[in-house]
């Protein structure tokens, strides 16, 4: 989130990514910040974030149209300078940023600004149980292929190739992390992680030892993740989508993979979730002692 947000406002502004820092949330900044939750965080702060460094771009044009003499509306902020747009950005007529800003400070300009964003259009009457409850939606699919041990249980994810719709992807590399990520969050929900009660009702699975999230051991063997192209949401900051969470459910592809090689060992078959290496193996002997009850 954050490095999505250095960009947005680098962008803004015309200037370079090393040229903007973020500090921490702090209430006395900025008092009514929405959580980052929901896969809601780049929409929210980005248009918040574009939204104010527009405001002091357009006061720093003003600035600079008076030190080259040039209309405001007809200057460029692109990588660090300010030029006419049919000009030159290392040309006789055009400043770097540092150059406008110090100008702007100089003349007491005012250098801050606060931008506002809520996603718009949504409603939902709970009574009526209508509305539109969501601005858009994000698209996904996967294809898991596993290999099943059925004297044991046990088994290994031999590819997931992923295809995830993210719209105009601000930061790709950071979004492909996040697909992953999502993806081995839902692989530990559908797979490993299993809350089991004693006798007492008290929860046994509560460390590492027997609550078992995902590590690298459970990776793919091979991962393949692709944005989908030519997807912008026109109506989202930079036509970006979200993409924290959605992901999350790709990883069924992986259960249902596990699912059916399961079923290659017999018959019908009821497979616990999440499905553990030990519900597997108790999945495959109930299909191999309905397979044996069906041949007699």
């Known amino acids: 989130l954050h490095t999505k947000m250095l960009q947005i406002a680098a962008d803004a502004l015309g200037t370079t990514l090393e040229a903007v820092r973020l500090m921490p949330t702090r209430t006395d900044k900025v008092p009514n910040t929405s ?3 929901a896969s809601s965080g780049s ?5 918040a974030v574009e939204r104010a460094c527009l405001q002091i771009r357009e006061r720093l044009a003003a600035v600079a149209g008076r030190m080259l003499g040039l209309v405001p ?3 460029v902020f692109a990588d660090g300078r300010v030029h006419h747009f049919r000009g030159e950005p290392q040309g006789e007529a055009s400043l770097s940023f540092a150059e406008v800003c110090g100008r702007a400070y100089c003349e007491r300009v005012q250098l801050f600004a606060a931008g506002y964003y809520r996603t718009p259009q949504i409603h939902y009457d709970e009574a009526l149980g209508r509305g539109k409850p969501f601005h858009y939606f994000t698209f996904g699919a996967a294809i898991s292929e596993v290999e099943v041990d059925g004297f044991t249980g046990q088994y290994a994810i031999r590819r997931v190739d992923i295809l995830h719709d993210v719209g105009d992807s601000i930061s790709p590399k950071i979004d492909r992390g996040q697909i992953e990520g999502g993806f081995m969050q839902g692989l530990g929900w559908l797979t490993s992680e299993e809350l089991v009660w004693n006798g007492k009702g008290t929860l046994a ?3 590492a030892s027997t609550y078992k999230l995902p590590t690298l051991g459970e990776c793919p063997e091979t991962f393949n993740v692709e944005l989908l192209p030519m997807a912008r949401e026109s109506s989202v900051v930079k036509g970006s989508k979200a993409v ?4 999350f459910m790709l990883a069924i592809s992986v259960r249902e993979a596990v699912r059916e090689a399961v079923l290659g060992f017999g018959g019908a078959i009821e497979l616990g979730c ?10 495959i002997d109930g299909g191999r002692a309905g397979a044996r009850l069906a041949a007699e």
Do not use: H, I, M, Q
Not at 43 to 47: E, H, V
Not at 244 to 247: D, I
Not at 274 to 283: F, G, I, L, R
């Open 73 to 75: 509306e007809d200057l």
């Open 244 to 247: 924290g969470e959605p992901p």
């Open 205 to 207: 699975t509560r460390g």
């Open 43 to 47: 929409d929210l702060n980005g248009a």
């Open 35 to 37: 959580a980052t939750a």
């Open 274 to 283: 999440p499905s553990t290496p030990e519900a597997v193996y108790w999945a």
